[in-house]
Structure formats: C-alpha cells, structure tokens
C-alpha cells in the first residue's frame, strides 16, 4: 500500500453511502495496526469507521486466541494481536507477517528469525500467515513480500500454511458476516486479480477489478479469471452501479 490517494475515491465511498451501500474495507495490509489504518483513511477523507476495517491481524487475534505463537510480524500490529500469548521458543503456532521499507522487515525476516520459525513448525507448531502475496506495490514500484518466507517455509518444513486473510474463504466470510449480506448480492472491488477477484469470485461474490494500484494489463490478458467488471477506477464505481441497477 503506496497511500497515494486515488482521485474520486473519498467521493465514491460517500456516494455510495449516500445511495444506501453497506461499505465494508478490507485489506492484507500487515503493516500498520487496524485504528493506524483507519485513521489515515479519514485523514484522507474517506468515511469510515474503524470496525468497518478488516485487517489480518485482528483475523489473527481471533483465529490463535489462547495459543503460544511465535509471530514474525511487524511491531506496529502487536497490539492488533491481543489474546495471543507471543512467545520465543516452544510454539503451538508460527505466524508470518507482511514485510514493508523499513529495518524492522530486515530484523522480523532476519536469517535466524526465519530459522527459528522453521524449527518450531518443524517440531510440530502449526504455519499461519497473514497473507502470501507474491508483491506489494509501493511509489517506487512492486516490491517483494512476505508470501515468499511464507512459501520457503512450506517447502523447508513440508507443511502448509493456514491462510488468514485474503483469498481465504473465511475472510470474505468475515466481511460478509459484518454486512450480513448474501455473496451473490455483494460486490468485491480491489486491484489485485488473485487475492481480490479470483478469491471473492470462488466465495460466490460479484467482482470489480479496478485498473489502479497493482492492476497490470499483462496479468489480466493471461488470467483463467474473469471479473465481472473492469474499471478505471473505484472513482467510477457508483455511476457504473446507478446505471446498471436494472441488471443486478
């Protein structure tokens, strides 16, 4: 997450508002606590408030609540994890973060952090991550993530991990709960074509891929999936939906 604002979006969130949309955000970002998150958001002009915020971490609290965890995550979102007995050695569970631009990637993913990690799994701990996304995309453009520890400790330990967030099927369930709506009646907009498009579409949701963010052409001309929708933009979103009411 790059937190260039997207022009129109601070007015698309309050249009949709205005014609009676129940909103939910959803995110993988990993990097910032939950009530961090929300209030850049407002800070940008976006209305919300911070229990319309789904963030990992807090799937996290709820999912590992009671257990020994052994979490490399960042520092800023221990707090999003309370309820979770953190601990060093002799985990009933090993949680993988996100990584970002700052030294505490370089000390959370560090040599022995992560030879740590394996030997907890290796001893019987259960693998979680938060996410496993290949790349994040940032103001100097795609920079690696965390999905990529993730993957090297499946293939060091032989194990795989419990996927918390996006595409998991229990977090759009999640966010379907807070809304209680119905999937099929239910949009899913986001820029990124396996974690937002490809994980709402097997929960049953209605799809926008929007061209913005981690949008690549390229990614989408060779792509098995199909979103309902293209956009330029989230910016378009409310027009689009006003004129096509009729159809869904």
């Not at 911070?50 to 052994?70: H, I, P």
């Not at 920079?143 to 795989?160: H, P, R």
């Not at 986001?190 to 390229?218: N, P, S, Y």
């Amino acid at each position: 997450m790059s937190w260039n604002e997207i022009a129109g979006a601070r007015a698309a969130v309050h249009r949709l508002r205005e014609r009676g949309s129940r909103l939910r955000f959803i995110t993988n970002n990993t990097t910032r606590a939950r009530r961090e998150l929300a209030l850049e958001l407002q800070r940008m002009g976006i209305e919300l408030e911070e229990d319309e915020l789904q963030t990992t971490a807090v799937a996290a609290a709820r999912s590992l609540a009671g257990r020994r965890v052994l979490a490399l995550t960042m520092p800023r979102i221990i707090d999003d994890l309370r309820g979770i007995e953190l601990v060093g050695e002799s985990a009933d569970a090993v949680l993988i973060g996100g990584a970002d631009e700052t030294a505490a990637t370089n000390r959370v993913f560090s040599y022995m952090n992560l030879a740590r990690a394996f030997a907890e799994v290796d001893a019987g701990a259960h693998l979680y991550c938060l996410h496993r996304n290949r790349w994040w995309q940032t103001a100097r453009g795609p920079m690696l993530d965390a999905g990529a520890f993730v993957a090297g400790l499946e293939y060091a330990a032989e194990t795989e991990a419990t996927l918390l967030g996006k595409p998991s099927a229990a977090y759009f369930e999640a966010a379907l709960e807070a809304l209680d709506a119905d999937a099929e009646l239910t949009w899913m907009v986001g820029d990124d074509l396996e974690a937002d498009i490809a994980g709402a579409q097997a929960f049953g949701m209605r799809t926008v891929l929007v061209r913005t963010g981690k949008f690549r052409q390229a990614d989408l001309d060779r792509s098995a999936t199909v979103p309902d929708v293209v956009l330029d933009s989230i910016a378009d979103l409310p027009e689009w939906l006003e004129d096509h009411e009729d159809r869904y």
